[in-house]
């Protein structure tokens, strides 16, 4: 008799597990149709404040929806137009910028192979296999496969502007929606204001780090496509808009957007540049990172470091390049959740960077 409520237990763990591998399994089949519906929830968070802070001052619901949605709307297809633009531009100059990367590999490899050696000895644990694959490969680096990899992850990344209308109309609706939901929630609980207590703190906790994140992460764009500019390195605006995409994913994001553009520095510039492009970047993160995202942010909603690469991972995996960039605000909703409700709690804590204190 008393085994029944723990293999009760064990049955309910199980079939929440379960529930858990088709949600996600759904997600992925139908990733098409969910990233246009997660950047406009996205894109939602960011205009709330600004909607709400019109409807203050007086002006009319549909006036004020029209005025955010518009202003939304010419951001978007600037950004889209421009973003696009670069991207087929540098896709199609991809093939020179990689055959000018391996040359620059080949003519320097004489010097390099020693050190790829010790390199492939520590990992190998021997050099002689080592030697005898670097002695056969053209390209045994093959950096250049990474301007490839940043165009088609740059590609899907722009693929998105194509569902700009169904993004917007999405937007247009869920800001609609927005005013009246917390009334639907009071209808759910049956009058009880927890449950509607519980969804505002979540709302607010998320709108609060999307909106100064979204702000940091403007600057941080601003700053790097003028270092790049100024640095001669071709599409300064792109990297500025990767460098915003990425500043979302802490602690490793700066580091993947800056690759691609060191690398350009390196095929169009000398070594000089490209060190300086380096420290600027390095400049640029340490002091939004260290010192002016934690006095905007305070705490903020940490999560591990471990936790921050295995979102990245697994939401690309689900959904694709823009996954990547939702990772961590997708992962931000599923922590500020679980830790509002007591039989969850405990599942936000092992996602926290500070478990020792409450996000």
């Known amino acids: 008799m008393n085994n029944a409520p723990r ?26 149709l969910v990233v246009p519906f997660l950047v406009a929830a996205f894109l939602a968070v960011i205009c709330a404040p600004a ?64 050190w790829i050696d010790k390199v492939r000895g520590w990992v190998g644990g021997g050099t002689e296999d080592s030697e005898q694959s670097t002695d056969q490969s053209e390209d045994p680096l093959a950096l250049k496969n990474l301007m490839g990899y940043f165009a088609t992850f740059l590609s899907g990344i722009t693929g998105l502007f194509g569902n700009v209308f169904l993004v917007l109309v999405t937007l247009m609706f869920m800001l609609l929606e927005a005013s009246g939901f917390p009334r639907k929630l009071l209808a759910i609980s049956g009058g009880r204001p927890l449950l509607s207590e519980q969804a505002n703190r979540i709302r607010d906790s998320i709108n609060q780090y999307m909106t100064l994140k ?33 500043n979302f994913v802490p602690n490793i994001g700066s580091i993947i957007a800056a690759v691609p553009a060191v690398l350009l520095a390196l095929i169009q510039t000398d070594l000089q540049t490209t060190l300086l492009a380096v420290a600027g970047y390095v400049v640029i993160n340490i002091v939004i990172g260290n010192f002016i995202e934690p006095r905007m942010m305070g705490k903020g909603l940490g999560l591990s470091t471990l936790i921050v690469f295995i979102s990245l991972v697994f939401w690309g995996w689900v959904l ?22 007591e039989q969850t709690h405990w599942i936000a804590v092992l996602l926290s960077a500070n478990p020792g204190t409450k996000s």
Do not use: C
């Open 320 to 341: 694709g390049p823009v996954g990547m960039l939702l990772s961590v605000p997708l992962t931000m909703i599923v922590k500020v959740t679980l830790e509002n409700f």
């Open 214 to 246: 979204t702000i940091i992460s403007i600057f941080t764009g601003l700053l790097v496509a003028l270092l790049t500019k100024v640095l001669g390195i071709d599409y300064p605006v792109l990297w500025g808009l990767l460098a915003f995409f990425f």
């Open 51 to 114: 909607l709400q802070w019109l409807q203050r001052k007086g002006m009319p619901t549909a006036l004020a929806l029209l005025t955010v949605i518009g202003g939304m709307s010419s951001v978007v297809v600037v950004v889209g137009m421009v973003a696009s633009e670069s991207v087929q531009d540098f896709r199609a100059k991809l093939p020179e910028y990689q055959e000018q990367l391996d040359e620059q590999l080949m003519e320097h490899w004489d010097d390099m192979k020693p």
């Open 7 to 32: 293999d009760t237990n064990v049955l309910n763990w199980l079939l929440g597990a379960a529930s858990v591998v088709v949600i996600i399994a759904g997600l992925r089949a139908a990733h098409s």
